[in-house]
């Protein structure tokens, strides 16, 4: 089970961190990634990292500003987002992969949480 947390409310320029939570399990075992999906839009891919925390993928339109990182030993992956802008605005998604390689295809993850809201205004 996965639950994401430290959604909220932020003007352009600002930061939040999201965390996603793993239980029944050990979060080591898992490849995880990211996503959002804002209103009317489809849900994108938007970071990953991979089962040892060494490699990392982002999408171009975060790249430099979103960081993840995970801290197995807590059961805790996170998602670093700084120089928010309005575009930023969705449901944030962790997910679990248990594929050996990163992925952006939302297909391959088998577990998700529900979600956390991130709002940023001009």
């Known amino acids: 089970q996965l639950v994401e947390s430290g959604g909220g409310s932020v003007q352009t320029g600002g930061s939040l961190r999201l965390s996603c939570g793993a239980s029944g399990g050990t979060s080591s075992m898992y490849v995880v990634g990211w996503f959002r999906q804002a209103p009317g839009k489809e849900r994108e891919f938007v970071a990953g990292i991979t089962r040892n925390g060494v490699g990392t993928f982002y999408a171009d339109s975060v790249k430099g500003r979103f960081t993840t990182s995970r801290d197995d030993a807590k059961n805790t992956i996170y998602l670093q987002m700084k120089s928010l802008r309005p575009e930023d605005t969705a449901v944030y998604y962790c997910?679990?992969?248990?594929?050996?390689?990163?992925?952006?295809?939302?297909?391959?993850?088998?577990?998700w949480g529900l979600g956390t809201r991130v709002t940023v205004s001009s």
């Open positions: 997910a679990a992969s248990v594929g050996a390689e990163l992925t952006t295809t939302s297909e391959r993850y088998l577990y």
